[in-house]
Nanobody, 117 residues
Framework: QVQLVESGGGLVQPGGSLRLSCAASGIIYSLYTTGWYRQVPGKQRELVALITSNGNTNYADSVKGRFTISRDNAKNTIYLQMSSLEPEDTAVYYC???????????WGQGTQVTVSS
């Protein structure tokens, strides 16, 4: 059984930082494209960042230069380091893992990030 478990969300002031983690069981992250999406109520889930099996990364324009995605193969965990956070970053953040395009991806349960003073 595949499980993706996120952690690290919370409340942070504008300009602050958070690091999200997503630990996987039942799959080997290094064989998948993995990443982070986010969603606010009433809006579609949007891509934040991806990292491919060979380590290539891709970011949404809105987070470039502020967020960094990484993967620890030994821990089978991916991370999203978020800096210079803005109120517009407030959302539920979900991790995703997809073996190849067209296959149904695995999703985590989501973790809330709130940026507010």
């Amino acid at each position: 059984q595949v499980q993706l478990v996120e952690s690290g969300g919370g409340l942070v002031q504008p300009g602050g930082s958070l690091r999200l983690s997503c630990a996987a069981s039942g799959i080997i992250y290094s064989l998948y494209t993995t990443g982070w999406y986010r969603q606010v109520p009433g809006k579609q889930r949007e891509l934040v960042a991806l990292i491919t099996s060979n380590g290539n990364t891709n970011y949404a324009d809105s987070v470039k230069g502020r967020f960094t995605i990484s993967r620890d193969n030994a821990k089978n965990t991916i991370y999203l380091q978020m800096s210079s956070l803005e109120p517009e970053d407030t959302a539920v953040y979900y991790c995703i893992a997809q073996r190849k395009p067209g296959e149904i991806p695995y999703w985590g349960q989501g973790t809330q990030v709130t940026v507010s003073s």
